[in-house]
């Protein structure tokens, strides 16, 4: 049985995840009313970066230690993690409106670097000029997101009581960012004890406790949003921590690697980079569908998530090439073809919708 720190460890890392998520939204809405940013810009910027520091630490640190497998696959899992668990609980909590501006521009631009990322890396290495190449795509994206911040016009129905001085925003968003950093770390320590405790082999502990540990921050900060009813700071998190974890994180090993540059893992390459383009493209149909992201798609991106896992145990489990073939045989044939019809299904639905609105306005 688990002892008693390690439960203690749990139960304090939750609750200080979601303390911190309370205080790191508070910062960032008080933070996007006083600088007029829309609360969409500044979940694509400010949040993400600040929820983005524990997969920062951890691949940068794995990168000088000569662990580069960890410092990809830190990246990679934890895009992966984002959109389907993290987007998919919050869009379970609550439906998330999504903005037109995210189809028009921040997953396209997303789907382009997740794309890029895997082609760079599909000689079996980052280098360093593919470094700088995406540090200097960070640069640009940031100056694109200053010069168009105003472009994008937003109905706050915050109170002013929702108002607060620079000082006291900046000291939420830092206040918020330490708990959530310790919170995960608390959380991931505790749940690796208790599982070594009941006998879970060190291979699921990894593929499962340490990856969404990193992701801890963009989990609760998404959700807590979500629940609050700030749709914008869910998506933009998700959206933007993907992001940002390729041109900043990935950007950054790859040049601290040096002329060797960044090893990728053959089959991070064929499996999970592919993965994680598929992902993201996917989330362009569901965002088009009908503006909303509903209950049903959040649970649809949960169970997606779950059979990633589900595969990703089967190919570390010895003697499991067979149970994990069979597994991927299902998948194709049944799991994806189902997914796509639900998919057009969402589109051709919203098509129709948007036809009978502009016949009824033609009225």
Known sequence: MPTLPSSVEILLGILVLFGGGELFVAGSV??????????LVIGLTVVSLGTSTPELFVSVLSTF???????????????????????????????????????????????????????????GRLTWQAGVALLFATVANLVWEIRTASEDSEDDEDNEAERATPLVAGLKLAAGLVLLVLGSQLLVKGATTAAVALGVSQTVIGLTIVAAGTSMPELV??????YRGKADLAIGNVVGSNLLNQIVILGLCA?????????????????????MVATTLACLPIFWSNGTISRLEGWLLLGLYGLYLVEQVLAATAGGEIVDNTFRFVVLVAVLPLLMVFLVWQVLRWKQQRKLLAVQGGD
Do not use: C
């Open 221 to 226: 900060t998404s959700v807590v949003a979500a």
């Open 65 to 123: 230690n000569g662990d580069a497998d960890l410092a990809v696959s830190n990246v990679v899992g934890s895009n992966i993690f984002n959109i389907l668990v993290v987007l998919g609980a919050s869009a379970a909590i609550v439906p998330l409106r999504v903005r037109s501006r995210l189809v028009r521009r921040d997953v396209p631009l997303l789907l382009g670097i997740s794309m890029a990322v895997w082609g760079m890396a599909s000689g």
């Open 30 to 39: 008080a933070l996007s009313l006083l600088l007029g940013i829309p609360q």
């Open 255 to 275: 040049v601290l690697s040096g002329g060797k540059g960044l090893a990728v893992d053959p089959v991070m390459v064929s499996r999970d980079l592919p993965i």
